[in-house]
């Protein structure tokens, strides 16, 4: 079994920056891909980025691609979001999830094995 809690939402006004934490526990996390998706009211879930805990390769959506930042910390088995410049257009609940290597691609949420809570982002204008 995997658990994933995820923390650091909030209320930021535009162009601010927050970062979102995901802690994952329970199994050896090398054989999984971790990503970030989002869900605004009324929309499907939409990926945000990924990154593989093995070699830290990344995938980022187009529109996040140069404001958004995932990273890891073997270590803390912690992935990280860094957002900035962030717009209200990206305010949504995030959800950390883990996907096993090879299954699907990363973009699909559906692929996705665990999930956490999720976090609320508001983005003021």
């Known amino acids: 079994q995997v658990q994933l809690v995820e923390s650091g939402g909030g209320l930021v006004q535009a162009g601010g920056s927050l970062r979102l934490s995901c802690a994952a526990s329970?199994?050896?996390?090398?054989?999984?891909?971790m990503g970030w998706f989002r869900q605004a009211p009324g929309k499907e879930r939409e990926f945000v980025a990924a990154?593989?805990?093995?070699?830290?390769?990344?995938h980022y959506a187009s529109s996040v691609k140069g404001r958004f930042t995932i990273s890891r910390d073997n270590a803390k088995t912690t992935v990280y979001l860094q957002m900035n410049s962030l717009k209200p257009e990206d305010t949504a609940v995030y959800y950390c999830g883990a996907v096993p290597l090879g299954k699907g691609h990363i973009s699909d949420y559906e692929q996705y094995d665990y999930w956490g809570q999720g976090t609320q982002v508001t983005v003021s204008s």
């Open positions: 329970g199994r050896t996390f090398s054989s999984y891909t």
């Open positions: 990154i593989w805990w093995s070699g830290g390769s990344t």
